[in-house]
């Protein structure tokens, strides 16, 4: 039984943005104000950022517009080098990426729910997180349907708080434009700009693929599946900077140093103290989404791989009624439990952004190899700027990785080591298809 197209334009696009924005930009600009103390590199860098995240929404818009199923990169990687690179995307996909973002996204929820739920200790926290866990997949077990007017919601009310921040920030009168003059630029290195300031924002902008992952369930996905990657970065492109421009008039970059709850420091300086608790409500929402996006995007690489036999064949399930791959998120929900309760939040970020730009960058170069390898392929959707375009993506990615690899090494090379271990089960289902 297939699944159900079922998503349009709309859904699509509101998927990329639900799944992008998430605590993020609200917490990141503290950090980057310690790092960059001009506003116009503080601004810039977030342009900047969103500038590489939008050559990877063009470059994976060809990808996907080539193979509009769902997958994403397992799909893209599988083509270019062969079964084998799909096996070990959707091997580390499976067992680590998918539930451990899960895994941090609801301990992440719990957090920011401290402010209307007091927590006893962190088992209680743990337990609230297994219940955020078991409550989207129950939403995404029921159907795709209902799962997307769930994270329409949720994205929709984020926006609409963060437009009133900026909307009302900027008409406030209550900041200065005299925050962004400078008297003199400070030469910034590349290495200062390009490091860890650039890694934090491109993790912000983490997510932007997502509707490639869902490609069985879009509508028209040749046309629809192209144009949600680059709406949907664009508008969380603009959002980022015009946020960031409010931060700035509402307080004094050097102000910002050190500063972990940006938003909620910005809101009461503009507005006051109930706004900043509506504020914490756009951030639980945002980070809602990000759930509910993710927990419907990781199911289905698990059916894809089922689909062409590299994994239990039962994967590739739907529901009778409900028309979702059940057995995916059944299986999703419990090793995500399971992360909640054995990792740590730290501990679980390493795992899962290192492998994630690692993916992101071998797809990246699959967009180039299959452009010379196959240039015959039909694409309704051609990237443009192209080469310089999907060059400027992955080298962009290759230096952020090596940022990340450089300052964590131990546990990026634990990452590359738990993506290779599926080697072995995959030329033992290799062999074993053979056998057939």
Request: charged residues 10%.
């Given at each position: ?29 503290g ?59 959707g ?58 007017k ?77 144009l949600s ?24 970059v ?10 909620q ?42 689909e ?7 994967f ?9 791959p ?15 309760v ?12 290192f492998?994630?730009?690692?993916s ?24 443009w ?5 999907p060059?400027?993506f992955v080298?962009?990615y ?14 990026s ?14 030329f ?9």
């Open positions: 039984m297939p699944l159900k197209r079922s998503l349009n334009l709309f859904d699509a696009t509101l998927l990329v943005v639900g799944n992008v924005v998430g605590a993020g930009i609200f917490t990141t600009s950090f980057l104000a310690g790092e960059l103390d001009s506003p116009l590199l503080f601004i810039g860098v977030w342009v900047i950022g969103g500038v590489i995240t939008l050559c990877g929404a063009l470059t994976y818009s060809e990808m996907s517009s080539m193979f509009p199923r769902s997958g994403g990169d397992y799909l893209f990687l599988k083509a270019a080098y062969g079964p084998w690179a799909g096996f070990l995307l091997w580390v996909s499976f067992w680590i990426i998918y539930p451990g973002s899960i895994a941090l996204l609801s301990i992440a929820a719990v957090k920011y729910f401290k402010g209307f739920i007091d927590f006893t200790d962190v088992f209680s926290e743990k337990v609230a997180a297994l219940g955020v866990i078991i409550f989207f997949t129950s939403l995404n077990y029921r159907g795709v349907r209902l799962s997307a769930a994270l329409d919601l949720c994205t929709i009310g984020s926006a609409a708080i963060i437009l009133i921040l900026i909307i009302g920030g900027l008409v406030s009168g209550k900041g200065s434009w005299r925050n962004f003059s400078f008297t003199e630029l400070e030469p910034v290195s590349f290495s200062k700009l390009f490091g860890s300031s650039m890694v934090a924002v491109i993790f912000s902008y983490s997510g932007w693929f997502t509707t490639t992952y869902v490609g069985d369930e879009i509508k028209r996905p040749e046309r629809n599946l192209p990657l680059s709406i949907g970065t664009l508008i969380v492109m603009a959002m980022y900077t015009l946020l960031n421009i409010v931060y700035v008039y509402a307080i004094p050097s102000n910002l140093k050190g500063v972990i709850n940006v938003g420091f910005v809101a009461e300086q503009l507005f006051n103290h109930h706004f900043a608790q509506v504020v914490s409500s756009a951030i639980f929402l945002a980070i809602a989404a990000s759930i509910n996006a993710t927990v419907l995007a990781g199911a289905r690489i698990p059916y894809a791989m089922a062409d036999r590299l994994i239990w064949a039962h590739r399930m739907v529901h009778p009624t409900y028309g979702t059940y057995i995916g998120l059944l299986f999703q929900m419990g090793l995500a439990c399971l992360f909640v054995a990792e740590t939040f730290d501990r679980l970020l390493s795992y899962v952004v492998i994630m730009l690692l992101s960058i071998g797809s990246g170069l699959a967009h180039l190899l299959m452009r010379w390898r196959m240039p015959l392929l039909a694409r309704p959707y051609r990237t700027g192209y080469p310089f375009v060059l400027f080298l962009s290759i230096w952020i990785a090596g940022q990340v690899a450089f300052s964590n090494p131990g546990t090379l634990l990452g590359i080591a738990i993506t290779l271990s599926g080697i072995p089960f995959y033992y289902t290799f062999a074993g298809k053979e056998n057939k």
